[in-house]
């Protein structure tokens, strides 16, 4: 039970550091290139951070979890 509960976390933490990894990567490049891209009523880098927090967060918890709860 234990070792479950600590997987779960560890899950938890390594997805919150990728979607903040995600979030800056997203602003660089949307303050370099992305300037007019609009999404959820900002534009810009700030734009563009959301979607890159959103996508790190996803994809750091789908590897995560296939990593630490894979069938053995």
Do not use: D, H
Request: hydrophobic content about 60%; overall charge positive.
């Amino acid at each position: 039970m234990l070792k479950t509960m600590l997987r779960v976390f560890a899950v938890i933490v390594i997805g919150l550091i990728s979607a903040v990894i995600g979030l800056i990567i997203g602003a660089l490049i949307g303050g370099n290139f992305a300037e007019q891209f609009v999404f959820n009523g900002v534009r810009g880098y700030e734009a563009t951070g959301q979607i890159g927090f959103i996508l790190g967060a996803l994809i750091g918890l789908i590897l995560s979890w296939r990593l630490l709860f894979k069938r053995e």
